[in-house]
């Protein structure tokens, strides 16, 4: 039972926004595709889990601090007499260990996920400590991508690879599932521990003049042109036009949250579409103008209330 479900990140939000409409640096792009990766990762392993026939609690994207360190966990099982802590890697290719160090096939050296692993769980011992809690900590790594491998393992390292997942699932659907009260409260602790927003963020600097105007396909976030419909060029997604300007708005609050919306500001956002008047019907409909005039904008109905 999933108790906190996982939900797509506001930083991989904006920077799929900003990859389509600047130019990232070589850094930026790739800390963008491996937030998607790590993100498409995570959400296959949650699929995983949901799948399992015991009913044992699921927390995702947990975000706590113990003893002034903050550590992120991706997932957490609260099973009978254990609490499982995963960390999901979607690294794909060939990699190998060589005096605890970690590299690429080429040589290249890259961070020790081992170490990460090894800190969250002490961490999270610290932090169920300091709630008074009790209980048994088992923390793996799991490599999601089948396209993965890693040379020169040692025997005993808390790793799950892709060819062991299907089996790891099986063992722990074989164990006893019976929770009680404690796992519920242990559960509800660790909920009101997680930390909303995290004091760290990699966004690039951005404004509105510098980013390029129009609207994004839903599958690819390529560009779209103007037809009957909104088409894609790259991937021929066809998207009627009321759908696409309320992504576009959505996109538009996500970047600019203090920006007011108003037909003049969309219609420049989308770009496609020639007429103000199709602007002003879709905003019309779907939030509730406040204000007269030049001064008019636009506002969810929950916002109204604000």
């Known amino acids: 039972m999933v108790i906190k479900p996982r939900f797509e990140p506001v930083e991989l939000k904006i920077l799929r926004c900003l990859n389509t409409r600047m130019d990232l640096s070589v850094k930026e792009k790739q800390y963008y595709i491996n937030l998607e990766k790590g993100y498409e990762g995570e959400r296959i392993f949650d699929d995983l ?12 994207d947990l975000l706590f601090e113990s003893n002034h360190t903050i550590f992120q966990i991706d997932s957490l099982l609260i099973s009978p007499k254990t609490i499982y802590l995963f960390e999901v890697k979607n690294y794909e290719g060939d990699f190998y260990i060589n005096a605890e160090k970690w590299y690429t096939l080429s040589g290249n050296e890259i961070k020790n996920p081992l170490l990460q692993l090894t800190r969250s769980e002490s961490l999270l011992r610290q932090l169920l400590q300091d709630l008074g809690l009790n209980f048994s900590i088992e923390a793996y790594i799991i490599f999601i991508n089948p396209e993965f491998t890693l040379f020169q393992a040692p025997l005993n390292l808390p790793i799950i690879f892709p060819s062991q997942l299907n089996r790891f699932m099986k063992k722990l659907n074989m164990s006893s ?33 510098q980013l390029q105007k129009g609207m994004t396909c839903r599958l690819c976030n390529s560009f779209m042109t103007r037809e009957k419909k909104l088409v894609c060029k ?4 066809k998207e ?33 579409i020639e007429s103000k008047l199709t602007i002003r019907k879709i905003l019309t409909k779907n939030y509730n103008l406040l204000g007269h005039g030049k001064f008019s904008y636009y506002v969810h109905s929950q916002e109204n209330h604000l």
């Open 240 to 272: 009627n036009i009321e759908s696409a300007v309320m992504r576009s708005v959505e996109q538009y609050k996500l970047l600019f949250p203090v920006r007011k919306i108003t037909t003049n500001a969309i219609h420049e956002w989308c770009g496609v």
């Open 234 to 237: 790259e991937c021929g997604c």
């Open 177 to 209: 599932s019976k929770l009680n009260g404690k796992h519920a409260k242990l559960a509800e602790q660790l909920v009101s521990a997680h930390l909303d927003e995290s004091p760290y963020s990699r966004l690039p600097a951005y404004d509105y003049d």
């Open 49 to 60: 889990l949901k799948n399992l026939s015991n009913e044992w609690i699921i927390l995702n």
